[in-house]
């Protein structure tokens, strides 16, 4: 197995593989967080869907078990984000992730923490001008095919990074549509020096997400996800009862206040934290038709290392 | 300059570099397929958008032009595609790239045609077994990405080449987002023996698209394109004010009937044929934000090829 992948997102993360396990709601608590920062990858804590208490014990938790650094993520649209950030900061977390919402706003508070990195997701070139302007270290470019809330302008992976790197000096990593090596591989030929990918390893043993989410991670297909719900907030899950009712409704040209109704609460919890598979919301990206198993997220990483190297050994031969 | 890239597709198609130009309406005549069969790739004429007889002497002037074997497109929604595999088998063809339909319907036709390849372009792993069943020799998977029209499941080139891959044994060339040598490199990383690629050449000297059209790609960005008109047929194009109006209709939840009244006839042509910026078709990919000058077809190929072998290095330089 190849020793290192070493690009300036490792070297700024101090980590062996330029991979980062991307903070999920309901999926990512600190055992995952502590199973990818003991494989030399960035681990993260997601906050989505805890509450500001929660969250304090998760990552006290998780650094009781690992002495490497670990991430957190937090998503700018929630009323409580500085506050989620402050504890995040008070508790020693030096990789800040910052998604879903304006960079401008906690940015200039995480630059003021010394020592600290941040990462912020976006879907766009322009948001990712936004980010570089308001000081990260690094931008992720997630695309179109990712699980979970998603850009309005539906830019894809492969188109984005090439045009991200471009537009932009600091480190660009890719997400969505990754789950093996060809996708790693492929990100790297796009330009990106890193990846980050949520559904493999939504779909591993220390995911905290429920059997039965995994299980359907696992059994779907290429076409078995749809960006929907896209005049509330555009969100990628895999179809199922509940998705194709809020879908008819969209379709139907009902008004953002009738969908809301038809959409509900709580979907996403009762989906991957408590494994509805027929009325939750089942967040997974596109890369679902590529996951099989339930493996540990160690093995995750090897695989995706090991095939890393099978394939770029592939490509060399197609020079004779 | 690599002296060639060599896959099961270059050899199928007896090419130097497993590029294949894509037939496009308005966009791909015999200027343009006879200067990529130069330049030692597919070239491609598009029967789209041509009738019977215009087709005829588009083959026929290609064949005075050039000694290379070149391919032809036919999109099997159109009425008379039988007519037009006739023809191209009649005037010596012997690459038939089919698309837009049911690949058991044409299928048996051209594989009776002693010598001739067939080429089927697919949006999903489903569509893609059905193609290789009805004895496709190579597979295209076209990504959500593409300009022009596409499948309904909107799975990402990045997503879906792995899958296919994985699913076929004949080999499988990536559409949608390729504009350049990463986007080449990444295919390739994700299983592809090949790329198609639209709308870089459809921005070239040799393609007979209007200089407007022309200009209105060069001059996009990543978040340009819009894939729009799904419950009639979904088509990716440049955004602009008929495009708005289209997507206004749809949101409003219009019946099909009224889509089509709001939709209209003829867009594509005055689009890229006639150059009109504001009320045509500007059929292109997301890959736009990447094509910032109207080049020969050879310079093109030129970089495609130059830009795969330095990304090539480049990725190497990341295992110390």
Redesign the interface.
């Known amino acids: 197995m ?6 300036r997102i490792s070297d700024l993360l101090q980590i062996r593989y330029p991979i980062m396990q991307a903070g999920m709601i309901w999926a990512s608590g600190y055992k995952l967080a502590v199973a990818c920062a003991e494989a030399e990858i960035l681990g993260t804590i997601g906050s989505a869907g805890m509450n500001q208490e929660l969250f304090r014990s998760q990552i006290r938790k998780a650094k009781a078990l690992t002495k490497r650094r670990f991430a957190v993520n937090i998503p700018l649209l929630r009323a409580d984000a500085a506050e989620l950030l402050e504890i995040a900061l008070a508790e020693g977390i030096e990789v800040i992730i910052t998604s879903a919402g304006n960079p401008a706003v906690l940015g200039p508070r995480v630059r003021k923490a010394p020592g600290v990195l941040w990462i912020h997701v976006v879907p ?3 948001h990712g001008l936004k980010a570089q302007d308001a000081g990260a270290d690094i931008v992720v470019g997630e ?3 990712a699980g979970g809330h998603n850009g309005v ?8 990074i ?2 991200l790197a ?1 537009a932009l000096s600091v480190p660009v990593a890719a997400a ?3 789950a ?1 090596g ?2 790693f ?7 990106a020096e890193g990846i980050s990918v949520g559904t493999r390893f939504a779909c591993t043993q220390e995911s905290s997400s429920h059997p039965n989410y995994k299980q359907a991670v696992a059994a779907a ?3 078995a996800t ?2 929907f719900a896209k ?1 509330i907030a555009p969100v990628r899950a895999i179809r199922n009862p509940w998705v194709e009712r809020v879908r008819q409704a969209e ?4 008004t953002r206040e009738e969908l809301e109704k038809v959409y509900g609460h709580s979907h996403s919890r009762k989906g991957i934290l408590e494994g509805d598979v027929e009325e939750g919301e089942l967040e997974a ?3 679902c ?2 996951i099989r198993d339930v493996p540990k997220a160690a093995e995750v990483v090897r695989r995706f290392v090991e095939e890393y190297e099978r ?2 050994d592939r ?2 031969r ?3």
Chains 1, 2 share one sequence.
Do not use: C, H, Y
């Not at 591989?185 to 330009?191: E, H, I, S, T, Y």
């Not at 379709?251 to 009902?254: D, F, H, K, T, Y």
């Open positions: 190849i020793e290192r992948i070493r690009t766009s070139v322009k695309g179109f095919e302008d539906e830019i894809t992976t492969l188109a984005l090439p045009q471009d969505g549509g990754i093996d060809r996708g591989l492929a990100a790297m030929a796009l330009g297909n290429d076409a749809v960006l005049r379709a139907s040209g009902a990206g596109q890369s038709g590529l394939d770029l490509i060399r197609f020079q004779p």
